[in-house]
Structure formats: structure tokens, C-alpha cells
């Protein structure tokens, strides 16, 4: 079994950490919040003091962080946490960051004889929980292989996306699509209950028809259609609007560097920032379905 310091117990990061302590993993914690350390040490983590404490002896470092300035101010520069982390070690960074974030990580970690893989997660909290989330990785195929059993541990979908920054590259493009994919099924759903269709018959016509994607199959954002979804419980809980804000201004950046044209990804990021200028950033994304309804 693998000493892992695990860096970053936020809604992903202590149920994924939770996960690699079922299977037997040795672990580590540290997080700016006192009560999710506790939380696990109260199930068998070693609760560490700081950063720094948490990768000594260690020989994985995970961390799970907000935005790229959290991971670069971690990790880089003199003090980073890289400074401290053994030579041979192996860095897995699972928040989702800009590309050329990563990149600049993995030349970092290089340059210390560290392994590093950039891999961002998708399936949610949801996912996170019940350890199915996909892991989409950047980086060293053989650093691959010697993570595989951690990235099993917690997920259930493992894709190698290429070199250095590729899993992040492979990430804003899954999250700018489900953004597109969300706020076309709320206008859509809008729309039909405006003109009289029940929400639920709607929603169901629509996923069996040609207009079926997973929002509708997993994350309808009409409230009382699935139960279970955060638009049945007041968009709390999920995958705050915020974070898809953050995704969408990452692809937006990744676009402008390859020149790529990407006109839905750029309008729903204005959506979701005037979902956070209206005071809903820490919502579930699927609050979008408001614009259409207020």
C-alpha cells in the first residue's frame, strides 16, 4: 500500500481521500479547514500540521485545490511545496487548472526528479463519493501505470489524454460541453412548461428523443423532476455555478491560445458570470435553469 499526502479536503477531495483510506492507502491530510482533517483522522488519517508536514516521508502527493494560483502558489516558486517533496516522489494534480498551469508544474517537478500527472476528475460529488469518477490524464504513460491502482481506488474511468497538461486540455472541453449541454436543456425545459407540457413528461419525451444528453439522463435542473438532483433541493450541494464559471474562463483561455473558435463555450460563460453577479455562484450549475424562469 501507497504513504500518500493528500492536499485539499474540500466537496471532491475528502470523499476521493476517504476512498484511497478504504483501500488501504496510508494517509496523510491537510486542508485549511481544521474540521475536515478531523474528519478524517477520525477514520484513520494522520492529520497533518501544515503543507509541509503533511508530503514529509511521503511518497504520493495528491492534491485537490480550487484555481491554478492555488496549485502554483502551493507547489512553485521558492518555499513551494515541491522544494519539500522527496526526489522520486510522485505528484498527482487532480484540481482543474489552466493548461499551461500544469505545464509549468510538470517542467517544475522535472526539474527535481519528482513524476507528475495533471488529472482533473469529472462525475461530481456524487461520483467522488461512490469512487466512479473519470480521471483524464496528462502526462508520463509509465507514470500512468504506477498510479493506476490510486486512480482505481477512487474513480472508475481512466483515460491517458496525452503529454504534459493534456488531462486539463481534455477536462474544459468536457465542462464547456456540459455547460452548453445544461443551459440548452433548461431554456428547452423552459420553454415547454411555458406552454403548458408537464416538466416531467417533457423531460423524459426529450431523453428518449433526439434531444436525449446526460443532463436529462442524470441532472435535469427543472426542480421535482429527479428527486435526487441539486434542482430538487433548492440547487444546493453538486458543482457549484462559480466553479463552472472558473471552467469555462479556463477553456475560453485554452481556445484563445490555439485560436480556436468556440462561440456556445463563450456564451455560456457570460451566463454563468451573470448567475454570479444575481448572488447564485455557490449553487449548483444547474441553477442556470433561473435565467429562463425568474
Same mark, same amino acid.
Given at each position: ?11 471532491? &477531495? *475528502?470523499?476521493?481521500?476517504?476512498? *484511497?483510506? #478504504?483501500?488501504?492507502? %496510508? *494517509?496523510?491530510? @491537510?486542508d485549511l479547514v481544521q474540521e475536515a482533517i478531523d ?25 485537490? +485545490? ?5 496549485? %502554483?502558489?502551493?507547489?512553485? !516558486? $521558492? &518555499? ?34 519528482? %513524476? ?6 469529472? &462525475? ?8 466512479? +469518477?473519470?480521471?483524464? =490524464? ?6 500512468? $501505470? ?20 493534456? &488531462? ?9 460541453? *456540459? ?24 423531460? $423524459? ?6 434531444? !436525449?444528453? /446526460? =443532463?436529462?439522463?442524470? @441532472?435535469?435542473? /427543472? ?9 430538487? #433541493? ?37 451566463? @454563468?458570470?451573470? +448567475?454570479?453577479?444575481?448572488? #447564485? !455562484? ?7 435553469? #433561473?435565467?429562463?424562469? $425568474?
Amino acid at each position: 500500500m501507497s504513504k500518500i499526502a493528500f492536499i485539499g479536503l474540500g466537496h471532491m &477531495g *475528502l470523499p476521493m481521500a476517504r476512498n *484511497l483510506l #478504504k483501500a488501504g492507502h %496510508e *494517509l496523510k491530510v @491537510y486542508d485549511l479547514v481544521q474540521e475536515a482533517i478531523d474528519e478524517l483522522a477520525a477514520e484513520g488519517a494522520k492529520a497533518a500540521r501544515d503543507a509541509r508536514d503533511a508530503v514529509a516521508g511521503m511518497q504520493v502527493v495528491i492534491t485537490m +485545490l480550487p484555481a491554478s494560483k492555488h496549485v %502554483e502558489g502551493l507547489l512553485l !516558486g $521558492e &518555499g513551494g511545496l515541491l522544494e519539500s517533496i522527496t526526489t522520486g516522489s510522485l505528484v498527482l494534480e487532480c484540481s482543474t487548472i489552466a493548461p499551461d498551469s500544469a505545464r509549468k508544474v510538470h517542467a517544475a517537478a522535472k526539474a527535481r526528479g519528482i %513524476e507528475m500527472l495533471d488529472a482533473p476528475v469529472s &462525475g461530481g460529488t456524487a461520483g467522488a463519493a461512490a469512487g466512479t +469518477l473519470t480521471f483524464m =490524464v496528462g502526462g508520463d504513460a509509465a507514470a500512468l $501505470e504506477k498510479a493506476r491502482p490510486l486512480f482505481a481506488a477512487m474513480g472508475k474511468n481512466i483515460f491517458h489524454a496525452g503529454p504534459d497538461g493534456a &488531462g486539463q486540455v481534455a477536462k474544459v472541453c468536457n465542462n464547456q460541453l *456540459l455547460a452548453v449541454q445544461m443551459i440548452g436543456t433548461a431554456e428547452s425545459m423552459a420553454l415547454g412548461v411555458a406552454n403548458g407540457l408537464d416538466p416531467t413528461t417533457l423531460a $423524459e419525451i426529450m431523453r428518449q428523443s433526439s434531444g !436525449g444528453n /446526460w =443532463v436529462l439522463e442524470r @441532472y435535469n435542473p /427543472w426542480p421535482g423532476v429527479m428527486l435526487n438532483a441539486p434542482a430538487s #433541493k433548492d440547487y444546493d450541494g453538486g458543482f457549484m455555478a462559480e466553479l463552472m464559471a472558473k471552467d469555462l474562463g479556463l477553456a475560453q483561455e485554452t481556445a484563445q491560445h490555439s485560436l480556436s473558435s468556440t462561440p456556445m463555450g463563450a456564451l455560456a460563460l457570460q451566463l @454563468y458570470r451573470l +448567475l454570479l453577479k444575481q448572488g #447564485k !455562484g455557490k449553487k449548483d450549475f444547474s441553477v442556470v435553469q #433561473k435565467l429562463f424562469t $425568474e
